[in-house]
């Protein structure tokens, strides 16, 4: 099937243009971060004057960037945990068993996801501080009370996957092992679970990612203490000077993990959001 | 299903783990046993369901019947009842509560109309021009997938730099080297405000529809288009008639999805404008938040939360019975 020049010639054209735009920004990150302060502070230069790593020693002095990342990790790491070890459970039940009430959890999981964050942010707000004036239990601002606001779209999400993902694992599988003596949750770990690894993979990565670029929750429920990267980044911004170059530069650090996750892990991501969506 | 309720084999039974009891114990509570089971893997779930999702909607709902200002915060229950005076006044339209509300709405939908068309024109113009093998096309998709991995907050914060009237990229480039403008114009207030955040809303979500249109593209016989081709038609007619048709199930579903997400997006305009975004660009996520935590009026912005609630399921609802007549009627 010989495409025609036209054809050749306007993919040519859009996938080189598309290209650019996609590049732009990285660029302006990457040769940002490695400029020295005055090229940044006046009229933007294509290529640098200088070229300096200064920045890339400096974003840890100007704002506490180790403990934002301290607290990015143990919060996306520990939402993603939890909410695939619960989905586990959840998507197998749904998966493999029939009974009362599964059309009313699945369709709640569903539209739950669909709910902006702001509807759960401002209950969930009132009853962190009420919780802490009654009880003295400090949820507000607390690792812990951001990590539960972060399951309001990583428990739904997780669910939803890895229904699809138990449900393509071949039902002989499990109903072998259970025909041998196995416990339901021996199958399900001896069976269900390692042949879905590459869609429990998937989930984890991105439920990872999304609770890493997380603003919304992040930005009401910390502290000074328990700020992320997502608020803690904004300090450079807010400042009287304004270090674009050290702004870049962290913003390029706090990427490549995710980035770099998400290179390894891609085939697994694009497979499991792409089974997900197009069933 | 069946096999589930058969019992195992004795001897393999009493083979299985070192439980001398456990034949007994399943003898008479099988029955229940079974029946609680997906209960009980549930639990966690549906606990957590309920403390994440269900208390808080329903607190929620509480709160937008109540004069919840921030002298309540600390003691909600003191907060008086207000009826539906919160609700009045999200939707009194002539009063600036209201007002403002309203502009934000119609904001959103103009938003959200522009950039869900965009990234689902550019992402399925992408996805088809790399449906066939090219030198390169393997690189090529990932860079494509760069706005899709990289956090949300670095990608704006990087886009906010390109957007500063006088150190930015964007305004060196139209006015400094195209000579496109007489001036500098601002792109982080005012009208222009409204481009700028589109422009960052498409450049970041574009990739998820060629992604999804991609997979969609792999679902497609080969044997349509050399049928097609035996026939005579040429690359763009296949594309026309062949590979659009063919993507419609998989073009309802993304464009929900993309509908929902750009709708609520809270991530990109915060970054971009911080607390209180420019009224051009006044996203209602943005508007409740501004409402609930700047001007601290927690009841209103609770109705304003549920309104938009309902109207997002109405429009879910009204969408969905829509595409599932167009299916049926499709297949008949």
Known sequence: ?279 | MTTLTTPPPPSKERAAPPDGKRPARLRLPARLRRVSLPYLLLLPALLLELVVHLIPMGVGIVMSFKELTQFFIRDWGAAPWTGLDNYELSVDFDAPVGEALLHSFFVTVAFTVLSVGLCWLIGTAAAVFMQEHFRGRGLLRAVFLIPYALPVYAAVITWSFMFQRDTGLINHVLHDQLGLTDSRPFWLIGDNSFVALLTVSVWKGWPFAFLIVMAGLQNIPKEQYEAAAIDGAGMWQQVRRITLPSLRPVNQVLVLVLFLWTFNDFNTPYVLFGKSAPEAADLISIHIYQSSFVTWNFGTGSAMSVLLLLFLLLVTAGYLLVTSRGRKSADV
């Open chain 1, 1 to 279: 099937m010989a495409a025609p020049r036209s054809f050749l010639w306007s993919r040519r054209i859009f996938l080189t243009l598309l290209a650019g735009f996609v590049l732009l920004p990285v660029y302006v990150m990457v040769s940002s971060s490695l400029k020295p302060l005055q090229d940044v502070s006046g009229s933007f230069r294509w290529l640098p004057s200088g070229f300096t790593v200064r920045p890339y020693f400096d974003i840890w002095k100007t704002v506490p960037l180790a403990d934002y990342f301290m607290n990015s990790l143990v919060v996306a790491g520990a939402a993603t945990v939890c909410s695939v070890v619960i989905a586990v459970f959840a998507a197998y039940a749904v998966s493999r068993y029939r009974f009362r009430g599964k059309r009313v959890f699945t369709v709640t999981v569903l539209s739950t996801q669909m709910f902006p964050g702001i509807l759960f942010l401002l209950p969930l707000f009132l009853i962190y501080v009420n919780v802490g004036n009654a009880t003295g239990i400090a949820l507000f601002g607390s690792r812990a009370g951001l990590i539960l606001t972060y399951l309001t779209f990583s428990l739904p999400f997780s669910i939803w996957m890895l229904i699809g993902y138990f449900d393509s694992v071949p039902r002989e599988l499990d109903e072998a092992a259970l025909v041998d003596g196995c416990g339901p949750l021996r199958a399900l770990f001896r069976v269900v679970v390692p042949a879905a690894i590459p869609g429990i993979v998937a989930v984890a990565v991105y439920a990872f990612m999304t609770a890493w670029g997380e603003v919304l929750f992040a930005s009401v429920m910390t502290n000074d203490t328990t700020r992320t990267l997502a608020v803690g980044l904004q300090g450079y911004a807010t400042q009287n000077d304004v270090y674009w170059n050290q702004v870049m530069a962290a913003s390029l650090v706090v990427s490549i993990p995710v980035v770099a996750g998400f290179l390894l892990l891609q085939r697994y991501l694009v497979a499991g959001l792409t089974a997900g969506a197009v069933k």
